[in-house]
């Protein structure tokens, strides 16, 4: 599920805190049965079919992924304390991420947050406000 539920769709904004703004390029997520479903980064990459993963990113008017380099390290030591969901979140998929990852880079042309951030009208975009932090 994707943080703030008054966003309704994944797109950049704004959150106003008490110190400053903060440029939020939110993960992309898919509705599916009334919940956000994130797909485009991490785990989520790992865990769901690419067929599955390209058809959502096309359906997106909007796309942010996130990449960790365990994400495609097949070789990674298994750590013996991580038990159940926990261990199946760190370690599913990563037989075949980086083959998805390739296809992913060749189906999608992509860019860089300093390039999208040059891009989104920031004026108008959605600001957040927080309330007082603690």
């Known amino acids: 599920y994707v943080g703030y539920s008054d966003y309704g769709i994944a797109r950049p904004a704004q959150i106003s805190l008490p110190s400053g703004i903060i440029k939020e390029f939110p993960i992309s997520f898919h509705n599916f049965l009334g919940k956000h479903l994130i797909f485009s980064g991490g785990g989520y990459f790992r865990l769901f079919p690419y067929w599955l993963i390209k058809k959502w990113s096309m359906q997106t008017p909007y796309m942010m992924t996130y990449f960790h380099p365990r994400d495609f ?10 038990k159940g969901l926990r261990k199946f979140k760190s370690y599913v998929g990563l037989k075949y991420s980086f083959s998805k990852f390739d296809h992913y880079i060749k189906d999608f042309e992509f860019i860089n947050l300093e390039q999208a951030n040059k891009l989104v009208d920031w004026n108008n975009a959605i600001t957040f406000p927080i309330p007082h932090i603690w």
């Open 73 to 82: 390290d097949s070789e990674q030591p298994v750590f013996k304390s991580q």
